[in-house]
């Protein structure tokens, strides 16, 4: 049986990258925005830019909340990319406190200003840096290789078991990677991170 | 290793081609944007930056079909620039696939397009553009229309402006410096990274491998965009970025 991708249209951001990069690698994806659509796929992904609360009015005015959580407690892949990945926890504190999609415990915070030496750094974060692998759950995924990152805020998973991979910006640390169970969590977007990026991608539609 | 710096090819698209001309004086087509994009990507481009000179109104639509054709076959971001000059302009770039916008002269006349456009879409989609004239005494002035036009703006202000309004990065480009191949002004790049917190691009004079090195360096800014250096292959992209790392420079290779 060949699996059927679904990619959610909340009203917020572009999506053509990411059914783009889908189509790239042989497989189709379909653009949903019903409860009734996200009930047919075997994969469904949440991409994102823009703010947290933005996201979860988008999903809560189109009666999506409760169809993402069953299909992620019914074990089925689950990738939430950016702000997507962001959603997947219990709250952000982005424009106020806003409760997210519980999926994986752990809040979304902004990044520090300062860097480990106390020293100013930019926000956002904008541009390539390198991940890395604190346990191997997901082994295919090449490890070493720099993604594509755009974002001010940042994860703050409560079990750091769910954390799979992080990165370095000036001394900060960065949740790049959350898992549990089926449902991972990309704060770097792999549609827009070269062959790296269409690796994990890959991975994702084929599991 | 870890974060990296960026090293951002520029294409000059003229109705859906790329073209190469020195200082817009025999413009020769250099290319399909689809194949001309595939190749940086594959030696290692960072981001690609296009920029529309078309000059005749009508053909201004071709710039869609190009992003789009690019969007489909290139995953690594795109930012589209030249003659944007309303919101609807941004959205429309971006629901073809682009993955930023650069607005400059547009934002000159209208500095609230900036706070309207990243309200809607965010910050991260919008790069505001700026080109400066070296005038006395350590300042520099914005000009618009291509350079044609004075504004008595002062380009360091107009930068912190420009953060604060909501821009998500700033592509500085030297006017004295631009077509010179010699070398970047890193003191207009210094003075505006001190004084802004978002990622600064620098542009205009890369004609030696060290000058990207003194932009990144001296001029303290996170990526650096070139056009001539990578159409003519006087240096590869790869070399480009050994060459940094080599000067301790974190790169993506």
Redesign the interface.
């Known amino acids: 049986m060949s699996n059927k991708i679904g990619i959610i249209d909340y009203g917020l951001c572009?999506l053509?990258?990411v059914k783009?990069?889908i189509?790239?690698l042989g497989a189709n994806a379909e653009i949903i925005d019903t409860p009734e659509s996200i009930k047919n796929q075997s994969h469904i992904i949440l991409p994102g830019?823009?703010?947290f609360k933005n996201g979860m009015r988008g999903l809560i005015i189109r009666n999506l909340v409760d169809s993402i959580k069953n299909h992620v407690l019914d074990d089925k892949p689950f990738l939430g990319i950016c702000l997507g990945m962001q959603m997947m926890l219990n709250k952000s504190y982005e424009y106020g406190e806003i409760e997210g999609l519980n999926l994986v415990d752990g809040e979304v915070i902004k990044i520090p200003?300062r860097n480990s030496a106390n020293k100013?750094h930019?926000?956002?974060?904008?541009?390539?840096?390198?991940i890395k692998y604190q346990n191997n759950k997901i082994k295919k995924i090449s490890n070493?290789k720099?993604v594509?990152f755009?974002?001010?805020y940042m994860a703050n998973c409560k079990d750091k078991e769910n954390v799979i991979a992080t990165?370095?910006?000036?001394g900060v640390k960065i949740e790049a990677m959350i898992n549990k169970k089926n449902a991972y969590g990309c704060q770097f977007h792999p549609?827009?991170?070269?062959d790296a990026?269409?690796d994990i991608l890959n991975n994702f539609i084929n599991l | 290793m870890s974060y990296t710096k960026r090293i951002i090819p520029c294409l000059d698209i003229d109705n859906g081609r790329v073209v190469k001309g020195i200082n817009f004086i025999d413009i020769k087509d250099a290319g399909d944007p689809v194949e001309v994009a595939k190749k940086y990507d594959d030696m290692g481009a960072d981001e690609i930056t296009f920029l529309d000179i078309t000059a005749t109104h009508q053909n201004r639509k071709t710039i869609l079909d190009t992003v789009e054709s690019v969007a489909n076959e290139v995953f690594i971001p795109l930012t589209v620039g030249g003659g944007v000059s309303s919101y609807q302009d941004v959205i429309t770039l971006l629901n073809v696939g682009a993955d930023k916008v650069a607005i400059n002269s547009a934002a000159v006349v209208n500095p609230n397009i900036i706070n309207n456009v990243t309200d809607k879409v965010g910050s991260q989609c919008i790069v505001a553009a700026i080109d400066a004239k070296k005038q006395a005494n350590q300042k520099w002035e914005v000009f618009i229309h291509g350079g044609r036009k004075s504004t008595g703006i002062d380009a360091v202000d107009w930068a912190k402006e420009l953060n604060d309004r909501g821009a998500g990065e700033l592509l500085v480009t030297s006017m004295d410096k631009d077509g010179t191949k010699d070398g970047f002004d890193t003191e207009l790049l210094e003075s505006i990274s001190k004084k802004v917190n978002i990622p600064v691009i620098a542009s205009g004079g890369a004609g030696e491998l060290e000058h990207l090195y003194l932009a990144l360096k001296n001029g303290k800014a996170d990526a650096v965009l070139a056009a001539s250096i990578f159409h003519y292959e006087i240096f590869t992209i790869l070399e480009v970025k050994n060459y940094l790392k080599k000067q301790g420079v974190q790169v993506r290779i």
């Open positions: 572009n053509l990258n783009n990069a189509k790239y830019v823009g703010a200003n100013k930019k926000i956002p974060h904008i541009g390539w840096n390198e070493h720099s594509y755009v974002h001010s990165t370095d910006y000036n549609e827009k991170s070269g990026g269409l």
